[in-house]
């Protein structure tokens, strides 16, 4: 059984035998093993038996198995089911699809189905362009993953992988007004899902990608990029990056520093970590140094993964060589997408003056912030319970909102900066410190910020298929 982690509330569903089953004694052996009722919703009840849910408040160190224990030894009592709020939030899925205009008559339904809605299907065939301003094709995303790289949780399979991308598609609605729909394909052959993807793509303005693994994501996102003409984003990938790239220029106001003089160190080089490096690179660090469990990435060796050899061929330029805590000292910059406790103490210490630590390996960072503290200037993670959580939901509602308003046939590398500058911005200078370089998601300055700054990249870099009057 499952833990119910990060929660500490329970939710039983108990029969009880009205014959040897008392509340009072149930009721009392929950007091006792550290439990408080919340709660108690009466389901069903006859002459034989009650059923009941009973919500329980998990006090101190009381597990839920603690409580489970305790409750199969009453006599009269059956445990049916035992959840918790978040998996209340789960059941039955956690979107719907809406009509946007209803149907009360005979009128009505010739205008949206047969026989008035022929027209509007030649309208389309004639200039296939119209989809966008006849279907909900301009404000639609696909969220697609085949459930190789879920979360922390690794190859979970396309149905477990499925809360994900539905919570993706509410924050998509909740934050930018965009409809999107979870995909989760049968499949880890990188062709079939290209295949598919492509087969699926009339439907919707752009694609988000999520939770494929590495190194197959790279080619999935570079041959649908090439072979469609809508936005296909790898939010692992370039999510992550954009909002690094975002919380990094602010923390660099604050210590003082300059992206073209500072030494990064960036552990982890999967999709995110490639991202991240591609990012730096173009908003013009120059010094950098990339780490995997190989050791420092360098042109001097070879490597089976296309994407080391870019980045060994693009950063490292001094081909410094060695475990992490090897080419670590001097560095002004660390950010970790890897594993729990690969950054050491004695390892910031060998930083250079007011070192800049971003560990966003989850849910444990590369180095328990409290330890990290006394030896870090700024410190980030991507956990919300730390300040400055570094988290991609800052990046695609927005990035899509833009994308989508101005038909951009891409996302590309100008589009992302934009909007890492324009999250940057929503932190102004006089609220800048330590404790603040990223705005909060809930933040409703960032996606407008965001969608103004991405159109204007896209116009400025010709993917613009439709110029927003405002923009004119």
């Known amino acids: 059984m499952i833990e119910l982690a990060a929660s500490t509330t329970i939710i039983m569903r108990?029969?009880?035998?009205?014959?040897?089953?008392?509340?009072?004694?149930?009721?009392?052996?929950?007091?006792?093993?550290?439990?408080?009722?919340?709660?108690?919703?009466?389901?069903?009840?006859?002459?034989?038996?009650?059923?009941?849910?009973?919500?329980?408040?998990?006090?101190?160190?009381?597990?839920?198995?603690?409580?489970?224990?305790?409750?199969?030894?009453?006599?009269?009592?059956?445990?049916?089911?035992?959840?918790?709020?978040?998996?209340?939030?789960?059941?039955?899925?956690?979107?719907?699809?809406?009509?946007?205009?209803?149907?009360?008559?005979?009128?009505d339904l010739s205008k949206v189905y047969t026989p008035g809605v022929a027209k509007v299907c030649m309208a389309i065939h004639e200039n296939p362009s119209r989809a966008y301003s006849l279907t909900i094709k301009r404000n639609t995303v696909a969220v697609i993953s085949d459930g190789t790289a879920v979360l922390g949780l690794g190859d979970i399979g396309p149905e477990a992988a499925m809360p994900v991308m539905e919570g993706k598609?509410?924050?998509?609605?909740?934050?930018?007004?965009?409809?999107?729909?979870?995909?989760?394909?049968?499949?880890?052959?990188?062709?079939?899902?290209?295949?598919?993807?492509?087969?699926?793509?009339?439907?919707?303005?752009?694609?988000?990608?999520?939770?494929?693994s590495s190194p197959r994501c790279f080619e999935i996102e570079r041959r649908l990029n090439e072979e469609l003409d809508i936005p296909v984003f790898h939010d692992d990938q370039h999510g992550?990056?954009?909002?690094?790239?975002?919380?990094?220029?602010?923390?660099?106001?604050?210590?003082?520093?300059?992206?073209?003089?500072?030494?990064?160190?960036?552990?982890?080089?999967?999709?995110?970590?490639?991202?991240?490096?591609?990012?730096?690179l173009a908003a013009g660090v120059r010094n950098l140094v990339a780490v995997d469990h190989m050791g420092a990435l360098c042109r001097k060796q070879q490597y089976d993964n296309p994407m080391w050899t870019w980045v060994s061929q693009n950063t490292n330029e001094e081909c410094a060589e060695g475990t992490l805590s090897d080419v670590i000292p001097g560095a002004d910059v660390f950010i970790g997408v890897s594993r729990?406790?690969?950054?050491?103490?004695?390892?910031?210490?060998?930083?250079?003056?007011?070192?800049?630590?971003?560990?966003?390996?989850?849910?444990?960072?590369?180095?328990?912030?409290?330890?990290?503290?006394?030896?870090?200037?700024?410190?980030?993670?991507?956990?919300?319970?730390?300040?400055?959580?570094?988290?991609?939901?800052?990046?695609?509602?927005?990035?899509?909102?833009?994308?989508?308003?101005?038909?951009?046939?891409?996302?590309?590398?100008?589009?992302?900066?934009?909007?890492?500058?324009?999250?940057?911005?929503?932190?102004?200078?006089?609220?800048l410190n330590e404790q603040y370089i990223i705005p909060s998601i809930f933040n409703d300055k960032v996606v407008p910020l965001m969608r103004k700054a991405v159109i204007q990249a896209a116009i400025d870099t010709n993917v613009a298929r439709r110029i927003p009057r405002e923009f004119r």
């Open 14 to 107: 108990l029969e009880l035998d009205t014959q040897s089953g008392s509340f009072a004694e149930l009721a009392g052996a929950i007091g006792q093993a550290g439990g408080d009722i919340m709660a108690v919703d009466l389901i069903h009840a006859d002459k034989v038996s009650t059923t009941r849910d009973i919500t329980v408040n998990l006090l101190g160190n009381v597990t839920e198995s603690g409580i489970i224990q305790v409750i199969k030894k009453l006599n009269g009592i059956k445990l049916i089911n035992v959840s918790d709020p978040t998996f209340l939030v789960h059941l039955g899925g956690k979107i719907e699809v809406q009509p946007r205009t209803k149907i009360k008559n005979r009128d």
């Open 169 to 212: 598609a509410m924050l998509f609605k909740q934050l930018a007004g965009v409809d999107a729909f979870p995909i989760c394909l049968a499949t880890k052959d990188t062709e079939e899902i290209i295949r598919t993807i492509k087969q699926l793509s009339p439907t919707f303005g752009g694609i988000n990608l999520e939770d494929i």
């Open 340 to 431: 729990q406790g690969v950054l050491k103490v004695e390892d910031l210490k060998t930083m250079a003056k007011d070192p800049i630590v971003f560990a966003m390996a989850n849910p444990e960072p590369e180095i328990d912030p409290e330890l990290a503290e006394p030896y870090v200037r700024v410190m980030a993670t991507g956990r919300s319970d730390f300040p400055n959580q570094i988290n991609n939901v800052l990046c695609f509602p927005g990035i899509f909102r833009g994308a989508l308003e101005c038909r951009a046939s891409v996302i590309n590398e100008e589009m992302k900066l934009a909007a890492s500058w324009a999250i940057a911005s929503v932190v102004s200078d006089d609220e």
């Open 240 to 280: 992550t990056a954009v909002v690094v790239l975002a919380g990094l220029i602010n923390a660099i106001k604050v210590v003082n520093k300059s992206m073209d003089q500072v030494r990064v160190v960036v552990t982890g080089i999967g999709a995110a970590g490639v991202s991240i490096v591609k990012m730096l």
